[in-house]
């Protein structure tokens, strides 16, 4: 189902052009050296967005990476002064969604797109990952929040 999804993705919706388009712009801010955590950013959305159905985006804070704290603070600058832009972005890709409900096989298409509107938002820190891992990312969360509530285990006790 992942590669019909991924073929859908490609074939009649382009989404190999988003993909370079996103890239290049990535590449781009990369190398203009201070806009470079949003570009990192963008390279790992484009390769989400190479195949959507096989790939999540993730955090590193939940990846566990560590990170220079310096980097961080920098970053955290950068992402303050690219908000316009990435609401702008979001909204773009928020009315793409909107026009592929209208047809039956757009509907996971738009879903697929939905799952990059968090990071057109905020691409600084995010680390674009296979799904297995986006998975065992969740079930660990899971487990912490049930933890935190005095659930151990899916008994419910």
Not at 4 to 28: E, K, Q, R
Not at 101 to 119: D, H, N, R, S, V
Request: charged share 10%; glycine share 8%.
């Amino acid at each position: 189902m992942r590669v019909l999804g991924n073929i859908l993705w490609h074939i009649p919706y382009l989404g190999f052009v988003s993909a370079l388009f996103t890239f290049l712009v990535g590449i781009l801010l990369t190398l203009l050296v201070i806009p470079a955590p949003i570009g990192l950013g963008l390279i790992q959305l484009s390769k989400f967005m190479l195949a959507p159905f096989s790939y999540s985006m993730s955090s590193k804070k939940d990846l566990n990476v560590q990170q220079n704290k310096y980097w961080k603070l920098y970053s955290t600058i950068i992402m303050i002064l690219y908000l316009p832009f990435g609401c702008i972005l979001a909204l773009i890709t928020a009315i793409q969604i909107a026009m592929c409900f209208f047809t039956i096989i757009g509907i996971p298409i738009a879903l697929a797109m939905c799952k990059t509107l968090g990071t057109y938002f905020n691409p600084v820190g995010k680390v674009c990952v296979p799904k297995p891992v986006a998975d065992a990312i969740k079930q660990q969360k899971d487990k912490a929040a049930l933890q935190q509530y005095g659930i151990s285990g899916a008994s419910g006790e």
